[in-house]
Nanobody, 120 residues
Framework: QVQLGESGGGLVQPGGSLRLSCAASGSIFSIVVMAWYRRAPGKQRELVASITSGGSTNYADSVKGRFTISRDNAKNTGYLQMNSLKPEDTAVYYC??????????????WGQGTLVTVSS
């Protein structure tokens, strides 16, 4: 089995920054893709950013230029650096990954979510 654990959420003022972390643990052979999603109050879950094992990234238009996704393959950890935060970025942020296990299975676990609140 594999698990994802997120950290780094909290309350920040508009224009501020936060960095989210997502640590994968368990029987991991490799992490194919790591992604961040968010669900704002009253809205559907949306993809925020993703990064492949080769470092290719993809961003939602709403966060381009403000958020940066990265990963440390040696630590099986991904990050989401969020700058110039806006009130509309307020949401529960979830980490998701496509993981190849040591048993050659592919799993796609989700983290428990971390709340980001942008407010003055």
């Amino acid at each position: 089995q594999v698990q994802l654990g997120e950290s780094g959420g909290g309350l920040v003022q508009p224009g501020g920054s936060l960095r989210l972390s997502c640590a994968a643990s368990g029987s991991i052979f490799s992490i194919v893709v790591m992604a961040w999603y968010r669900r704002a109050p009253g809205k559907q879950r949306e993809l925020v950013a993703s990064i492949t094992s080769g470092g290719s990234t993809n961003y939602a238009d709403s966060v381009k230029g403000r958020f940066t996704i990265s990963r440390d393959n040696a630590k099986n950890t991904g990050y989401l650096q969020m700058n110039s935060l806006k009130p509309e970025d307020t949401a529960v942020y979830y980490c998701n990954a496509r993981i190849k296990t040591t048993g050659t299975r592919y799993l796609e676990p989700w983290g428990q979510g971390t709340l980001v609140t942008v407010s003055s």
